[in-house]
DNA sequence: TCGTCTCACCTAACACGGTTAGGAAGCTTG
DNA sequence: CAAGCTTCCTAACCGTGTTAGGTGAGACGA
């Protein structure tokens, strides 16, 4: 009871810290660049010393692997609000879903980084910040089974046309728009090579 | 004269000692990750000390921008020789290319990330590294126009394409061949949408 | 042939990164 | 009020890339 009361105290305090923790990180990825992340720049933004903050986070990975969880879980949070908005027609709703992808990944290279591309060396995600990016994946396979793509390889075709784009955008033409603007024409390409009908 | 012949030695000897730093950076990156690679590891392979390596690079960076200049030449390389075996048939010659950059692509996660990916950080390839790339872009441009694809949105379409292949496999089913099997397919969708031919 | 010079190598050391050890202060708990 | 847990601190370690400065072997001119 009380006891429960001051541990629940305690527990907000400490969330509170760790997102405190994250917000600073997330600023110092985006200002130095994700592999550019140092502990003691984290550290003096939220007014401590680097060895501080292994009382709320085990190493810099775990930093890492709580900003990747954030990371798709945002995703999740916003295709949530997105798919209200789904077009009825499949192609569109296809384009839709991509434009969707697309934006989000081009919109923060940090984030982009940290969510898809291997930048960061030995790090991989553990199975609790994995869980949303499975999630969101499940999701996109849902969305593409009711349009009528439900091969697996359909499904990977997809993913790698998404994924080549951003890539590409971001290798090439950063804060550009030389590939992401070939987003309706890669929809309607692989739309024709999966037989979803012509509007 | 004699002093011409000397230097030549003294060049000769420079560039056998370069050489060998680059096979044993090559071997450190295989083994290590190519984040992994250590200046302290490369110089002890080749029987040296880390700082003794500055005799030959001027950087940590430079070693990777020979490196990077190599994996392009390599590729040169391969790729002239395989120039000869192309077959007539458009769809097929756009096939042999596409099949002949999965499998460089990955063959070697090393060499992988150092030419198409930003893994190390800070890292960008000098325009001597980078001649030998932007000679490969332009060979594919030719050959792509000599299938008829011109627009230069079809190529990019292209190297999204193939890009997104290769990043798909190497992040979700290293060693396996879950994306590279889709190449026909992703061949054949692409052909058909930038109008080339069915055989 | 002999001094001199160059240059590839060395050791020592610095700055900066993540991380650990161990201690001090404050809040919760009895 | 005493005890304990938690959170922060300082000091320090180890491994990076990199720089400073020295040493010795071979090349060159006298």
Do not use: C
Request: proline fraction near 5%; hydrophobic fraction near 45%.
């Amino acid at each position: 009871m009380l006891g429960e009361t001051t541990s629940s105290w305690q527990d907000k305090r400490r969330t509170a810290a760790r997102t405190e923790i994250l917000t600073a990180a997330w600023a110092v990825a985006r200002e130095h660049g994700l592999a550019g992340l140092t502990l003691r720049e984290v550290a003096a933004r939220v007014g401590m010393r680097a060895p501080s903050l292994y009382s709320h986070f085990a190493s810099k990975h775990a930093i890492y692997d709580a900003m990747f969880g954030q990371a798709w879980t945002e995703y999740e949070r916003l295709a949530d609000a997105a798919e209200a908005g789904l077009p009825a027609a499949p192609r569109a709703a296809l384009r839709e879903i991509a434009r969707f992808h697309l934006a989000f990944a081009v919109a923060d290279l940090a984030r982009h980084q940290l969510m898809n591309v291997r930048t960061v060396p030995d790090f991989a995600p553990t199975e609790e910040g994995l869980a949303p990016a499975v999630r969101v994946l499940g999701r996109l396979r849902a969305h593409l089974a009711r349009l009528g793509v439900t091969g697996d390889e359909d499904v990977d075709l997809f993913t790698a046309l998404l994924a080549g784009l951003v890539d590409q955008q971001w290798a090439n033409d950063p804060g550009g728009d030389r590939w992401t603007r070939l987003l309706d024409r890669a929809v309607d390409m692989y739309a024709d090579a999966v037989g979803i009908p012509r509007p």
